[in-house]
């Protein structure tokens, strides 16, 4: 689909959305809790240590007591004692709330005059403190406070995406697997017609089952329909060229030669209208696959034989041009082209060139053209326009359908051109690197 996700990517999507959302709501929720968790954590530690440090510094001499605070400092923790007091702090609501937890942990503290600041806001912040000894000296501390959550936050959510993409890989390894079957159904609904049937094996969910065993059932009429369509025109064109042969033998009794002329231009008219009847009506089942044929004289072959029956065709081109084609649809629609040329403007003039990835076959006519309104109109099947053109047209119109249905056939375009100087050209348009209808 141009500009759209496909239905794979669709509920790739959507599956991706729904379980990036889910974890973010999760990470968010579980780390809050989490961060909680560790500020009462280190609530708890700190106040653990500072009622050992009080302890151990109350009970040494004063002299000691500043070598004592050095040999309780770790690297997480500073402590030292001095006899000054601290100017009174002012707690920010985070500090503040740290201070109740550690209280909270050891009521003791809570007489000490425990304080708190931030040090050293950051990465690695630094919170500094102080409480006061019955003597009323003061044990001052540092807790090297790690501001690092973040980057342990992300290294844990790195981890628990892991288990996500795995979740998502294989989310859309099943929804793959899952529509498997409506993409194989797409591929054969671009192959209906085209003349091999393709039966598809039922599979996938009860919907996708139910729209394939339809859908086998429509190509199995569909191509039932083809068929007798084709057997039926393959046995009334036989019926009536056994008439027309009679015909034409009979005729060679007729003594008049402009009656005997006369009546055997009605029966060309009318073999050449059963045969283009038959080559348009006959199905789009064509026993002929497509094989690597020279182009180039292909073309130069029915040139020639306009050329021998005196009439004025050109050729202009290379002598050879290999490309995979169906070659009796697409020479049946080279004549057909140059027929009407011929019949419209007296001279057809024929060019085969390649065009970067293209392969151009121009047929140019020196005939009254057609009007551009009506150039639509003109490959409509049983199409005439006879006031464009003039003249009294035979046929049933179908010469140029036959072109845009034998163009179709290779994926190609079938464009037609008033020239600037006079006349039409009828312009087929090939793409030797395009596959071509699989028949």
Same mark, same amino acid.
């Given at each position: 689909?141009? %500009? ?25 929720? /579980? ?24 302890? +151990? ?16 400092? *770790?690297?997480? /923790? ?50 500094? %403190? ?9 044990? /001052?501390?540092?807790?090297?406070? &790690? ?21 998502l890989i294989v989310g859309g390894l099943l929804i793959r697997r899952t529509l498997a079957p409506l993409r194989d159904l797409t591929r054969a609904t671009e192959r209906i017609g085209l003349g ?6 039922e599979a996938g969910t009860n919907d996708v089952r139910n729209l394939i065993r339809a859908f086998n059932v429509m190509q199995t009429r569909i191509h039932r329909l083809i068929d007798e369509r ?11 060229? *056994?008439?027309?042969?009679? +015909? ?41 696959? @497509? ?35 169906? &070659? ?13 040329? $011929?019949? /419209? ?10 065009? %970067? ?11 009254? %053209? ?8 003109? $490959? ?7 006031? @464009? ?26 464009i037609l051109i008033n020239r600037p100087g006079g006349g039409l050209r009828a312009e087929i348009c090939l793409y030797p690197d395009r596959p071509v209808a699989t028949i």
């Amino acid at each position: 689909m141009k %500009g759209s996700l496909g239905l794979v990517g669709r509920i790739f999507a959507i599956l991706l959305l729904t379980v990036t959302l889910e974890f973010a709501v999760g990470t968010f929720i /579980y780390e809050r809790a989490s961060q909680l968790s560790l500020q009462d954590d280190e609530a708890r530690r700190l106040a653990e240590h500072l009622i050992i440090a009080r302890k +151990l510094l109350a009970e040494q001499p004063i002299d000691d007591r500043q070598a004592l605070g050095t040999q309780l400092t *770790t690297d997480r /923790y500073d402590v030292h004692w001095s006899r000054a007091a601290p100017p009174p702090p002012s707690l920010s609501p985070e500090l503040e709330r740290m201070r109740r937890q550690i209280v909270t942990w050891e009521p003791s503290l809570e007489q000490s005059h425990l304080w708190l600041r931030l040090a050293s806001p950051g990465r690695h912040s630094i919170i500094n %403190g102080g409480l006061q000894l019955p003597d009323g000296s003061w044990l /001052y501390f540092g807790m090297h406070h &790690s501001g690092g959550k973040w980057a342990f936050t992300i290294g844990r959510m790195g981890l628990a995406l892991i288990p996500v993409l795995a979740v998502l890989i294989v989310g859309g390894l099943l929804i793959r697997r899952t529509l498997a079957p409506l993409r194989d159904l797409t591929r054969a609904t671009e192959r209906i017609g085209l003349g091999t049937q393709v039966i598809l094996p039922e599979a996938g969910t009860n919907d996708v089952r139910n729209l394939i065993r339809a859908f086998n059932v429509m190509q199995t009429r569909i191509h039932r329909l083809i068929d007798e369509r084709t057997e039926t025109l393959a046995a009334v064109g036989h019926d009536m060229r *056994t008439p027309l042969a009679r +015909l034409q033998l009979r005729l060679e009794a007729v003594p008049d030669d402009e009656t005997r002329d006369a009546m055997g231009g009605d029966l060309d008219e009318m073999g050449a209208m059963i045969e283009s009847l038959l080559a348009f009506l006959g199905g789009e089942k064509n026993p002929e696959p @497509a094989v690597r044929t020279d182009l180039a004289v292909t073309i130069a072959t029915i040139v020639d034989a306009f050329q021998d029956h005196g009439q004025d065709v050109e050729y202009e081109g290379p002598d050879h041009l290999e490309m995979a084609i169906h &070659s009796l649809p697409l020479r049946r629609a080279i004549r057909n082209l140059i027929e009407n040329a $011929l019949h /419209y403007g007296q001279r057809a003039r024929v060019t085969l060139l390649r065009a %970067g990835a293209e392969v151009l076959i121009r047929v140019d006519d020196d005939g009254p %053209g057609i009007p551009r309104d009506q150039m639509e109109m003109v $490959l409509k099947p049983f199409a005439r326009l006879d006031t @464009a053109r003039q003249r009294n047209t035979g046929g049933l119109g179908l010469g140029l359908a036959i072109v845009e249905k034998a163009v179709a056939l290779e994926r190609g375009q079938f464009i037609l051109i008033n020239r600037p100087g006079g006349g039409l050209r009828a312009e087929i348009c090939l793409y030797p690197d395009r596959p071509v209808a699989t028949i």
